[in-house]
């Protein structure tokens, strides 16, 4: 269908924002997550409480900001990793995002700062992930967490993160993970089909920033072929349920249908939405488009039904 009236809109109005010379990554990144608090982080529903925690993952300690919906115990967790290409985005560019899933859903989120690239390299970020979930599955209980119901979920660079999170869960017999929510992933970084040519340039997320953002996240170009990195290439693809949201102009719809074909096929009960008209990242960009808080309800009522959770 057509680019939804809503999209050209928000499009003209972002590349009026955006700067047109070269910029470094740490340039970049400042850009960008002044862009995404400043635009979409204005609609923020109430909560019962928020807590910015520290939690110890492998050499170091990393930041996360846990949203409770009420003071019911033994709550449902989410694990939301933000998107950003693995360069930019923190706790504050997906704030209003994290508030109002927690809100639909009446589950506790937990989102993460993981640390960023190119300072970091891969698979830091993937362990970076790992590790906080692998905390709350021991410590989520002074949270009011029932550790027996944890998700992990992200958009874009936080997708990625999210399933290949699943996948060390699985490998390792830890089995914490019961669930998946991938929204627009980066699933596969050698990909070359349809969709990240027809859509590659002028829509918000570009061919050439894909391949950027690659080169600023792995060490070397061997990483591209690691199931931790592209898990379309993992050799099992047995993982908990999944929800894969995609986008009709966005130039990783292909990889995460695809992804979504890998994961049916393997037997793994999962739901594949494409939102046509809709373009990279309008989940967060919901603040302007209709479909944005669509696709979040419909994230929101996943998460009850999987979890059953009841008002």
């Known amino acids: 269908m057509p680019l939804d009236p809503q999209v050209k809109e928000l499009l003209t109005k972002i590349n009026l924002l955006l700067p047109t010379t070269p910029l470094t990554p740490q340039e970049f990144r400042k850009v960008r997550n002044e862009l995404f608090i400043k635009m979409f ?39 939301y990793y933000h998107g950003g290409g693995f360069v930019y985005g923190n706790l504050d560019t997906h704030d209003s995002v994290c508030r109002l899933i927690s809100k639909l859903s009446n589950t506790i989120i937990v989102s993460v700062d993981y640390r960023l690239a190119p300072e970091h390299k891969f698979p830091t970020q993937v362990y970076d992930a790992y590790d906080v979930v692998k905390w709350l599955a021991n410590n ?25 999170v699943s996948i060390l869960d699985r490998d390792n017999g830890e089995n914490v ?20 040519y027809n859509y590659g340039d002028g829509y ?22 690691n199931p931790l990195a592209s898990p379309i290439l993992a050799e099992s693809h047995n993982l908990p349920p999944a929800l894969i949201i995609t986008a009709e102009y966005d130039p990783l719809r292909d990889q995460g249908e695809m992804y979504a074909h890998k994961l049916k096929v393997s037997g793994v009960k999962t739901i594949s939405l494409r939102y046509n008209g809709m373009i990279h ?18 994230i929101a009522s996943s998460i009850r039904k999987m979890f059953n959770v009841f008002y």
């Open 281 to 298: 990242g309008f989940v967060s960009f919901y603040e302007y488009l209709d479909t944005g808080k669509e696709a979040i309800h419909h």
């Open 140 to 164: 989520g209980g002074k949270l009011s967490i029932d550790t027996s119901k944890i998700a992990v979920a992200g958009d874009s660079a936080g997708g990625n993160l999210s399933t290949v």
């Open 204 to 225: 918000f997320l570009t061919y050439e920033r894909i391949l950027w953002y690659n080169k600023q996240y792995v060490k070397e170009d061997s990483d591209y072929y």
């Open 41 to 79: 982080n204005n609609e923020k529903v109430g909560l019962y409480n928020i807590r910015d925690m520290t939690i110890p993952v492998r050499n170091g300690d990393i930041k996360v900001r846990v949203y409770f919906p009420n003071q019911r115990e033994n709550l449902p967790a989410v694990v």
């Open 177 to 196: 993970v019961k669930y998946q929510i991938m929204i627009y992933p980066v699933v596969n970084m050698l990909d070359s089909s349809p969709s990240m």
